[in-house]
């Protein structure tokens, strides 16, 4: 439902004239935006999603009548027991070095100047009356 409203809203954009394709500001500002915006979506489905209580079922062999954070904070309490392996910082960075390029690629929608541009001061209060 979510990427269906998404889309409904870019072509009414298109077809308004709010946003033209192939104009590169624009268009990097759409990608400048569009991260923060599904970032944020994601966020509020993960918090969501984990606080809320699922119905009491005694049939069930899973835990019920509780929330998922409830659970994994006291795993003890409904049976179960923490399996996790600890990794440490260093493991996990040899793999981002031998695997994956660095995080400041994977996660760079623009280039740095339009990201400072974004965050410019001026840009965010607008232009200084006269």
Known sequence: LF?????????EGRANGIFKVGNPVQEKTFHWLWAKIIQGVLDEYHINW???RTKYCTDSSYPSGTSP???????????????????????IDALHCKCLPPHSENFCWVDDNFERNCKSPSLIKGPRPE
């Open 3 to 11: 990427a269906q409203e998404v889309q409904a809203i870019l072509k």
């Open 50 to 52: 984990n606080e809320h």
């Open 69 to 91: 954070d409830q659970i994994m904070q006291c795993l003890q309490n409904y049976g179960l027991c923490n399996v996790s392996i600890p990794v440490t910082k260093a493991a």
